[in-house]
């Protein structure tokens, strides 16, 4: 028995897992308040990525762009920065935060985004706009390497280093949440509440489910401020949830600023949530209460009605954003589950050393592989070669996968746009437990029924 970890064989790309750099950067600026990103590349950067925005949250969000074209190849697009920066502030008049993201085709062509913001705080800002507060941001994410998880891990740590600045300590820490839906924020600010412990969240994105009011027009927006991000740096400690999706600025803070960082594990599950909640107690001084406990006795209690009966045993491929895919093999592990297939999805060589995949390469008793750098062909190609799946885990991309092969699947992850309502749902946390753990059996109940295996074991007995 044991866990292979390898590099895909083909040197090509098809039915990708993610997309690309300026996408994490994009999603990253949607969650802090008065801010609109500035895409500069072709109109397609912030189209196509406002679209699987609005697809999965089923809202619409604002995000601009340089829409270069051809011209810009030759003689640059800077101009079109200071133009769209003007447009912005003009259409915005609470505007206050504008990231310049690159894209593949502005870094190819050498667009120097720094100079271009240095001059437009010497000119158009002083002579336009003089006493506005309005913050440029450089964000520097080429489309040719990385993947929406660098592009946001490097947007986290570009916007905590232009606004973080040493004060008197505020007694907070700082939470930084990674890649994840409306439903994970309230989750682990119910945890933060439960705790009594006072926290920045990177990023407060509940709003992002705009309600229908009668008297006034509600948009879906971040509420992380500018003030939030600026006292990042006189937090008693940060904890990042997730490596690769904000590692980079928990590092940053504790570099610069001495502000301790522990970097994960994501709490997906009984296990990660305890640490956790441990290490919360440990930074802050504050006590693990009975609450909780009661909430981890439920979690607990809902998972031994399926694990036995309904879980040990199935096997399981899991495609993804890395720290969701790990986390998530390492719940299913925990519920008697065999993992047999992880796929990473981008160029990461750091993914090889990372503790946990070496946790699973010495502990695991069953056959799995984790493919690096990987797509959904690969998925496709190990179940056409004759592997064997109980369920499929990972994003809508790949329904087509499950479907054509007839395995079930649980959508989980970015996007979903074919299932209504799940970014409102935690996967993280107690509660993220018994709902990641519920859904998981009510895929294959369903898949039991129709295809009449073992469908008796669902009767009244």
């Known amino acids: 028995m044991s866990c292979d970890v390898k590099q895909k064989e083909r040197e090509g790309i098809i039915n990708p897992i993610f997309t690309c750099q300026p996408a994490g950067a994009q999603y ?3 969650g802090i308040k008065d801010c609109i990103g500035l895409v500069h590349g072709g109109q397609g950067c912030c189209m196509f990525v406002r679209l699987i925005f609005s697809q999965h949250f089923k809202e619409s969000f604002e995000l601009a762009s ?3 074209h051809e011209d810009a190849a030759i003689f640059g697009g800077l101009g079109r920065v200071e133009q769209g920066v003007d447009v912005l502030l ?7 935060v504008i990231p310049i993201i690159t894209t593949c085709s502005t870094e190819v062509i050498g667009d120097d985004i720094d100079g271009a913001i240095t001059k437009l705080n010497n000119g158009l800002l002083k002579e336009k706009y003089p006493g506005r507060e309005v913050h440029l941001v450089p964000i520097h994410t080429p489309s040719f390497k990385g993947s929406m998880i660098s592009g946001y891990d490097i947007s986290v740590e570009a916007f905590v280093k232009a606004f973080a600045k040493k004060d008197k300590p505020n007694g907070k820490i700082n939470l930084i949440t990674g890649w994840v839906n409306p439903g994970d924020v309230k989750e682990l600010k119910h945890i933060l509440k439960e705790m009594d412990i006072d926290a920045t969240v990177l990023f407060e994105i509940e709003k992002f489910d705009a309600p229908l009011l009668p008297e006034e027009h509600a948009e879906p927006h971040g509420e992380t401020t500018i003030e939030d991000l600026t006292d990042t740096a006189n937090a008693i400690g940060t904890i990042a949830l997730n490596k690769y999706e904000g590692g980079k600025a928990a590092e940053y803070l504790e570099s610069e600023f001495d502000v301790p960082a522990v970097i994960g594990p994501t709490p997906i599950g009984i296990r990660n949530t305890d640490i956790f909640l441990k290490r919360l107690s440990k930074m802050t001084g504050k006590p693990i209460l009975k609450s909780l406990a009661y909430e981890r006795g439920v979690a ?11 879980f040990a045993g199935k096997r399981v491929a899991i495609f993804g954003n890395p720290d969701l895919v790990i986390g998530l093999a390492e719940f299913c592990i925990d519920l008697e589950m065999k993992p047999v297939l992880l796929l990473l999805g981008d160029d990461n060589q750091g993914y090889v050393k990372d503790s946990r ?3 699973l390469q010495e502990k695991v008793d069953f056959d799995m592989e984790v493919v690096l750098n990987a797509d959904l062909f690969e998925l496709e190609d190990r179940i056409k070669k004759g592997l064997k799946l109980d369920l499929i885990m990972g994003h809508s991309k790949g329904r087509f ?4 092969n007839n395995i079930p699947m649980l959508r989980v992850g970015f996007p979903v746009f074919d299932r209504a309502g799940y970014y409102r749902h935690p996967r993280v946390g107690y509660n993220g437990a018994i709902w990641l753990a ?3 059996a009510n895929v294959m109940f369903t898949d039991m029924e129709y295809k009449h295996n073992k469908d008796w074991l669902l009767a009244m007995w």
């Open 90 to 96: 003009m259409r915005y008049p609470n505007l206050k």
């Open 300 to 310: 607990i209690d809902a998972l031994t009605d399926l694990t036995h009966m309904f």
């Open 438 to 440: 519920e859904e998981m």
């Open 28 to 30: 990253a600026s949607i």
């Open 66 to 68: 340089s829409s270069l």
């Open 401 to 404: 996968v499950a479907m054509d």
């Open 357 to 359: 995949i070496k946790d």
